[in-house]
């Protein structure tokens, strides 16, 4: 016998019946090839969705892939950069170094030739005034000698004295203008090494320079391209968000699949007649077909008393096709078994299942309670097939 569970069902229309207290030959269709095939479409279309964002994943995750890849290389660029870079200003540094020492130098050899100015117009000075001297000293003793009658042996070593201190005074001229000679060759020769040092700093100055251009392009290559990494890193997240989600869901959709197949794979609800649980353990407050109301109205379930919070439980598997709110009811549930047999549980404190799950024989699904005006906590119970009331003492033992 083909089994369905409860789909296309108008279930307001149905409780309105239940409350009313109507027994409507309601019409079920067996409807669990068609939904299982519709759940197949639905799950191919999942699975083929969650390909798509896993293609968009590895396209997303190659691009992150060669963007590092290209800033790894344009780091080490900057590296090989920035070491060269230092080299230079190393090599600045010491340019520098020595362009001062030999400014220094410059500085020493102007006050040495300060010195030997000096003392050159000083040499000069005292053998001009030698000179002068010995031509006075030499003309006066020439005329002494003419007049007096002395010895020429004398006047002769007296000229030769001055000769000799004149010629002694020209050689220390001579040494001082060689000296100025030597200073003026080695200024020259320093400002021209200063010279050729200004002009490498100057070029090394402009490497220098380059290098910090190409790096600062080459840094902002690289943030550019982490700028990159980042908003392809945050696509990444929300498709691996997505994916997990996608995958989640169709996690559950094969389980509620197998949960289903499991469920259609059971034995006929109408073989479990006088072998079920009640749903909970207690007295009953109101029988099957009791008067209800003044006697206008017939129940159509049980009312089993319970403790507040009390587990209620299916009493056989299913899918759970209503699960809130209804008049008269309170809290209810209502759990399809198939072959148009389905259980009510009412009145209830707290609802633990919500619609669409599948539930096994004996899960717990609500909690007993009070609720749709009762006055006393338990749990309204019924049986129906095909929307008729069965009366659940005969499906349920004790």
């Known amino acids: 016998m083909p089994r369905g569970l409860l789909s296309g069902i108008n279930i307001p229309a149905l409780l309105s019946a239940f409350a009313a207290g109507l027994v409507p030959c309601l019409l079920l269709i067996p409807a669990a090839a068609v939904i299982a095939r519709e759940d197949s479409v639905r799950l191919e279309n999942r699975e083929v969705e969650l390909e798509n964002i896993r293609s968009r994943i590895r396209d997303v995750r190659s691009r992150i892939d060669a963007a590092e890849t290209d800033s790894d290389a344009l780091l080490k660029e900057i590296q090989e950069t920035e070491q060269a870079a230092a080299e230079v200003s190393a090599r600045l540094r010491d340019i520098e170094k020595e362009i001062a020492a030999k400014t220094a130098r410059l500085e020493r050899l102007e006050q040495d030739k300060v010195r030997w100015e000096t003392r050159l117009e000083s040499q000069r000075s005292n053998l001009a005034r030698q000179i002068r001297i ?95 990494i980042d908003k392809q890193d945050a696509q990444l997240q929300h498709l691996e968000n997505n994916e997990k989600e996608l995958a989640s869901l169709l996690d559950r959709v094969k389980s509620d699949q197998l949960a289903i197949q499991a469920y259609e794979e059971l034995p006929p609800f109408q073989s479990f007649r006088g072998k079920l649980a009640w749903p909970v353990n207690g007295r009953f407050l109101h029988r099957f077909g009791e008067a209800r109301k003044g006697g206008k109205l017939r129940a159509h379930g049980v009312r089993i008393a319970a403790e507040s919070g009390a587990e209620v439980r299916a009493v056989s598997a299913g899918k759970v096709v209503f699960a809130d709110w209804f008049r008269n009811m309170g809290l209810l549930m209502i759990i399809d078994h198939g072959d148009g047999f389905m259980s009510l549980y009412g009145n209830n404190e707290r609802l633990l299942k919500k619609p669409g799950d599948m539930v096994a024989t004996g899960d717990t699904v609500a909690r007993a309670g009070d609720t749709g005006g009762q006055n006393q906590p338990g749990v309204y119970f019924e049986i129906r097939r095909q929307g008729n009331p069965l009366n659940p003492s005969l499906w349920c033992r004790r």
């Open 134 to 228: 010995a031509y006075q000293t030499g003309h006066h003793d020439f005329l002494k000698l003419l007049l007096n009658q002395e010895d020429p042996a004398l006047v002769g070593r007296m000229v030769t004295y001055h000769e000799y201190h004149n010629r002694a005074r020209a050689r220390k001229i001579a040494a001082v203008k060689e000296s100025l000679r030597n200073i003026s060759n080695l200024q020259a020769s320093i400002r021209e090494e200063t010279e050729d040092l200004q002009s490498l700093q100057s070029d090394q100055t402009a490497r220098l320079e380059e290098h910090r251009r190409y790096r600062n392009s080459r840094q902002k290559a690289i943030d550019d391209l982490q700028a990159f």
